[in-house]
């Protein structure tokens, strides 16, 4: 299979991460805390029962499967995978769609199995899994091609009606005979007929529902206009008097539905399915029943069952270790990323990992019970409480509606009164011009456009409000360990304890002894190894959770790991060395063999090379900055604010604690930006008016957040917020042209100076030039902002 | 000028024609990805003949 990979040509200029990552890195958003297990949990795939649920099989024995790819984020990943699948013998045919994030693959089951296919498709940097179809992703789909048929249909009938009209407007300067006049009238009619009633209907339905609750919407301006227009164009195709509108009803009826579904797309877009907390449990788990170990599937489980976790694992419930020792990484609960140790007793959370020694637990919660799904539901409820950030358009929208509706009463009864024929025509002038289309275009517009430039920019919208809130945010609250620093630690110093040791040799054999731990400290020193290199044989390699690993190279024993339990191999005393035995796992190692501690081995979490530079943007704009960190170690989160230049930081905050610091602010009128990655940030994310998760931060952070960091760059931030306040400013000026052309096209209409033709032709004209000012979103200012590289 | 009552109604059975076609498009996935398909042209593809088109069972 690796030559399968290297087959595969790489396009010379990346398109996003997802493709440059090279095939061995695990994918994004499993960073922290546990690597790709070996292929046998995918083996299961192969299992015919359950492949009879999502495998099908063609006549000519050829299996053919769907799939739900996660990772892919634009159509060089999906080309990629393409190539990457293909080249499996036994594939006949793979297509990857990046729109709905899913695959279709046909392969010969006799030359390749499942597994494979899967195991590919992870070593190429993504995530894939049986295809189960949804109902919500449904739901959007259906929505999305119901728009696209009305705007079909309406944008046709438009263009034919059009086509009659021209006819009409010629013969009305010269001779038109009645019998040809009548017959694009009729043709006009049968046009605009289905236009209206197919296209236009939700529009009446809408209206219909605004009047039965007596509320003012959008529609009933519209619905009102578009009924008096056709049924005056009817009135007059039969009489053989007066005028027909049926040209100006089509145009109406099409560019309102344009607008609508551009809005459609965008909420649309912001739903976002992203793999939930469920994906990363496993689905089968070992149970003890009768002193035997089954494997059952994780619904089957109950509390106060007994489950093996195997070394590698993710925990599938909340329990009580009983028999084992082992470390467990709980990032995914507190967003840190060094080990926690159990021991029989201590309680372990659904979603964290099993690092590395068997452990056996009783289950003590299972599904929504456990930890992890009750802080999901309770920053639900956070979220729904969360004060809303005035929209803009609703509150113009409102006011205006009930203005043109009383104008248009007016209107109608004063020339009713004096001049009865005229009457007609004057309305629905009045109604057309007065048509908030343009207005309706006025926010959609300028956030599709601003929206699409950030996300290809790595900056993942997932709700409608964020560009208006980010806007007026004053104050930007960050986590630390994953945020403003990188996830995993880096080796910062290697120092030799003896003289003839050379602090490379001690690395290379402080790489091999760790070579299979998933613990951090062994990805940072798997990191830093020169890709040439080669790892010295190891015999009777022993991962003690909790010390370090211990192994004999070439005929010499060795430990690496906490200081004190090295250095008692060769019965050393404590060295002095700074910082060294200190009790803060995780930060410093020691190798020593039988006889002497050899090199002490200093690492840390460095901050993001572009965090300084991003919270000094904000600094020089006025924003205020703090620093929440779960972290307990105060004069670390100190120092690391003060090198930042954050105004304000707090160590040692539990999820609770940092909401609380979040309510104070946002009570005290702030508008919060919060940026995180852990679970134990989400609440703050669910409280802050405006969150950002970073796009290697836990599935949970994901979820709860409003937008997501793709790739990790904290200098998007700075152009996320000037981009925001452009789209204000453009909106606001779209809002202004749509409410000055309506403000002056009113009393025109109401004059009778205004044709109803006329009228629908100017409120087009001002729709597009909205969508054109809109588009100036679509590029960076000129001389883009500051902290960006 | 009188062609015109033969050939209105026929531009309505076009329209009707074209709306049809559009419906169809729509409910046969053509417009649920816009951007994939127009830079697919823009990747090298992997000769065909690579593929595995043998039947399972057959000596290969």
């Known amino acids: 299979m690796s030559e399968a990979l290297e087959a595969i040509p790489t396009p010379t200029k990346p398109c996003c991460k997802g493709v440059a990552a090279p095939p061995e890195s695990p994918p994004p958003g499993e960073q922290r805390g546990e690597e790709t297990p070996p292929t046998s949990p995918l083996e299961r795939f192969d299992d015919p029962a359950f492949q009879q649920q999502f495998v099908r099989r063609a006549s000519d024995g050829h299996c053919a499967v769907t799939l739900s790819v996660s990772g892919m984020r634009c159509a060089g990943c999906a080309w990629r995978l393409e190539a990457g699948v293909n080249a499996l013998p036994g594939v006949s045919e793979a297509q990857f769609g990046v729109a709905q994030a899913r695959a279709q693959v046909r392969w010969n089951p006799s030359r390749l199995r499942l597994s494979e296919i899967l195991s590919q498709i992870e070593a190429l940097g993504c995530r894939a899994q049986p295809f189960v179809p949804d109902g919500h992703e449904q739901l959007l789909r259906d929505e999305r091609r119901s728009a696209l048929r009305r705007l079909g249909v309406s944008g046709l009938g438009t263009m034919q009606v059009m086509m009659f009209s021209i006819g009409l407007y010629t013969g009305a300067f010269g001779e038109l005979e009645p019998a040809y006049r009548d017959l694009l009238r009729l043709a006009s009619a049968l046009v605009a007929t289905p236009v209206l009633a197919y296209a236009g209907l939700p529009f009446f339905r809408s209206a219909w529902r605004d009047l039965r609750d007596r509320r003012v919407g959008a529609e009933l301006p519209i619905a009102l206009a578009l009924t008096v227009a056709y049924g005056a164009s009817v009135l007059s195709l039969f009489t053989g008097r007066g005028e027909v509108y049926f040209d100006s009803v089509c145009m109406f009826v099409f560019f309102l539905t344009l607008a609508r579904t551009i809005e459609g797309q965008l909420r649309a877009r912001s739903e976002l399915r992203i793999h939930g907390l469920s994906a990363r449990l496993p689905e089968q788990v070992h149970q003890w029943v009768d002193g035997r170990c089954r494997d059952v599937p994780l619904t089957a489980l109950q509390s106060g069952d007994v489950i093996e976790l195997r070394a590698g694992e993710v925990v599938p419930a909340d329990g009580i270790v009983v028999s084992g020792r082992g470390e467990v990484d709980e990032a995914i609960l507190s967003g840190e990323p060094t080990p926690v140790r159990k021991q029989p007793g201590d309680a372990v959370f659904a979603g964290s990992a099993n690092l590395d020694a068997p452990v056996r637990l009783r289950v003590e919660r299972v599904g929504a019970d456990s930890t992890v799904s009750q802080i999901a539901t309770l920053l639900d409820r956070a979220q729904l409480s969360k004060p809303p950030v005035a929209v803009l358009a609703d509150r113009v929208a409102r006011a205006f509606l009930t203005g043109v509706l009383l104008a248009a009463g007016a209107v109608a009864a004063y020339w009713a009164w004096f001049d009865a024929p005229r009457a007609v025509p004057i309305v629905v002038s009045v109604l057309v011009a007065t048509c908030p289309c343009a207005l309706s275009l006025a926010t959609p517009a300028a956030l599709a456009a601003a929206t699409h430039a950030l996300a290809e920019r790595g900056l993942l919208i997932k709700k409608g409000h964020v560009l208006e809130s980010l806007a007026q945010v004053g104050r930007v609250v960050f986590d630390k360990t994953g945020t403003l620093t990188e996830a995993t630690p880096v080796l910062s110093r290697v120092d030799s304890l003896q003289p003839g040791v050379d602090p490379a040799t001690a690395t290379l054999l402080a790489t091999a002894l760790e070579q299979t731990s998933r613990h951090p400290i062994a990805r940072a020193l798997r990191a830093e190894l020169p890709a040439s290199s080669t790892l010295p044989p190891v015999d009777a390699l022993e991962l003690i959770p909790g010390r370090g690993a211990a192994g004999q190279i070439g005929g010499r024993r060795f430990r690496f790991g906490r200081p004190d339990w090295s250095r008692a191999l060769a019965a050393a005393p404590a060295i002095a060395a700074d910082g060294l035995d200190s009790p803060r796992a995780g930060t410093t190692a020691l190798l020593s063999d039988d006889k002497t501690p050899l090199a002490a081995f200093y690492f840390e979490t460095r901050p993001r090379p572009e965090a300084r530079d991003a919270v000094g943007w904000l600094e020089r704009r006025g924003y205020a900055t703090a620093l929440l960190s779960g972290d307990p170690a105060r004069q670390e989160v100190a120092t690391l604010a003060t090198r930042l230049g954050i105004q304000e930081a707090h160590a040692g905050t539990s999820p609770e604690e940092k909401l609380r610091i979040a309510d104070r602010w946002v009570s005290g009128g702030d508008v919060v930006l919060a940026v995180g990655d852990g679970v134990n940030d989400a609440p703050l994310l669910g409280r802050a008016q405006v969150s950002l998760a970073m796009g290697s931060g836990s599935d949970l952070a994901h979820l709860e957040a409003d937008a997501v960091l793709l790739e990790d760059r904290l200098a998007t931030i700075p152009l996320a917020l000037e981009w925001a306040h452009r789209t204000r400013r453009v909106m606001r000026q779209n809002f202004a042209w749509a409410l000055g052309y309506n403000a002056c096209a009113l009393p025109l209409a109401a004059m009778g100076l205004l044709p109803p033709y006329l009228a629908a032709i100017g409120m087009s004209l001002s729709s597009l030039l909205v969508v054109a000012n809109s588009l100036r979103l679509r590029h960076p200012p000129p001389g883009a902002g500051g902290a960006t590289s | ?60």
């Open chain 2, 1 to 60: 000028m009188s062609a015109l009552f033969f050939l209105i109604p026929i531009s309505l059975l076009l329209l009707g024609a074209a709306i049809a076609a559009f419906l169809w498009a729509v409910d046969h996935d053509q417009f649920d990805d816009l951007e994939q398909e127009g830079e697919r042209i823009l990747f090298d593809d992997r000769a065909s003949d690579e593929r595995d088109t043998t039947r399972p069972g057959s000596p290969s």
